[in-house]
């Protein structure tokens, strides 16, 4: 009996694995172009002189301009988060810099008096 029950479970296990190997041979790889490799990236300027304002819709910001931006950022996209205490919450971009500035509409509309931070990035020209 129990040599029995021993071959019955070793024909349910290996029934139980064929359909997975069949299924797993049909997969092919394919390439999408992905390489490994290094890119230099060069800072356009220090970003730290950077003034922030908002653009307010009664209590509500529903833009961050940025002025003082260095002019070697002219031509880059910036990207903008308004968080809280590390929770996101809008942003906006990219907007591509002009003349030192660029205003960013936000997404959704956050009420000023959450917000504790404006995280930007730049990237390019």
Do not use: D, E, W, Y
């Not at 040599?3 to 070793?10: A, D, E, T």
């Not at 172009?33 to 730290?48: E, I, N, P, R």
């Amino acid at each position: 009996m129990r040599s029995r029950l021993f071959l019955c479970g070793v024909a349910i296990a290996v029934a139980a694995m064929v359909p997975a190997s069949a299924g797993a041979g049909t997969l092919t790889p394919s390439s999408k172009g992905l390489v490994a490799g290094t890119a230099t990236v060069t800072s356009c300027g220090t970003l730290t002189g950077v003034v922030t304002n908002f653009t307010l819709s009664g209590t509500t910001i529903t833009a961050v301009l940025l002025t003082s931006v260095p002019t070697t950022c002219n031509g880059g996209r910036v990207n903008v988060t308004i968080t809280n205490a590390g929770t996101s919450l809008g942003s906006g971009g990219p907007v591509v810099v002009a003349s030192g500035a660029a205003t960013v509409p936000i997404s959704p509309a956050v009420a000023i008096g959450s917000v504790t931070h404006v995280r930007l990035a730049i990237a390019g020209p």
